[in-house]
């Protein structure tokens, strides 16, 4: 068995892959599915992804057949590395595959400086739930997306990138504070960023609490600015620089 990075010869394998784990992982409709396989890895989707420095591709290869891969983000260096899928053949599950390629993923995105880690899964993937519960990944929030018009709740999981991390070494969890144009004093979550073209969304809170019934928006780390929308297929726009972060990853699947 081989993990390598992939290349855009094995789009036909990851599209295989990715269609047969989600019919069995996840209770979507097969228009919903082959909607998002089409858009997330049609070829040249999937080319620009293999170019970019802060994305991180992986496959499992054995018998010279593609078994698995992962797919992953830097967000920021010193901050997140969000494992975005991790998808193994369902006739390949559990003989270890997911859990090595899990281990070499983390380990190149620490490599790549992430000192934490995130993954997202729908509630209703049991297994997929079990799969990072049991690399001691905490639940730490949840998120409502919509796909193919029907509402899924999404868990959020995070966990310190490598076991040896100090609190010098990973962010603090402390809130940085800022102010809105009418003067009212924010919480900056630096734990809780968000990818964006021109630089880094942080949650912001009212409340330095941070709790869920707390949150006021997001603060635009590449203008310092509170001054953002964002639309119902998730993609944030900063107002004053227009610093965009990316619809959510089901983003495929809406109408």
């Not at 920021?76 to 859990?99: M, S």
């Not at 880690?117 to 998120?143: I, M, P």
Request: glycine share 10%.
């Amino acid at each position: 068995m081989e993990i390598r990075e992939a290349t855009i010869d094995d789009g036909d394998a990851i599209r295989r892959i990715a269609r047969d784990s989600m019919e069995g992982s996840y209770s979507l409709s097969p228009r919903a599915i082959d909607g998002a396989v089409t858009q997330w890895y049609d070829d040249d989707r999937l080319e620009r992804k293999l170019g970019e420095d802060d994305y991180l591709f992986l496959v499992v290869e054995d018998d010279e057949e593609v078994r698995a891969f992962s797919e992953s983000d830097l967000v920021t260096e010193g901050g997140n590395g969000d494992l975005l899928w991790l998808h193994v053949d369902p006739a390949y599950r559990g003989g270890g595959i997911g859990a090595d390629l899990f281990e070499e993923t983390r380990d190149h995105l620490v490599g790549m400086g992430a000192a934490q880690l995130r993954a997202k899964v729908l509630e209703d993937n049991e297994e997929g739930n079990e799969f990072y519960e049991s690399f001691d990944f905490e639940r730490v929030d949840t998120d409502t997306v919509e796909i193919d018009d029907e509402p899924y709740i999404e868990n959020i999981y995070m966990k310190a990138g490598t076991a040896e991390a100090t609190p010098e070494e990973a962010p603090s969890g402390s809130p940085a504070t800022t102010t809105t144009p009418d003067g009212r004093e924010m919480y900056v979550n630096s734990e809780e960023v968000e990818r964006g073209e021109k630089g880094p969304f942080f949650t912001a809170y009212t409340d330095p609490s941070m709790n869920e019934e707390d949150k006021y928006g997001y603060f635009c780390a590449n203008c310092e600015s509170l001054d953002n929308a964002m639309d119902t297929m998730g993609r944030v726009k900063c107002n004053s620089c227009g610093n965009l972060r990316k619809a959510t990853r089901w983003d495929a699947t809406y109408g």
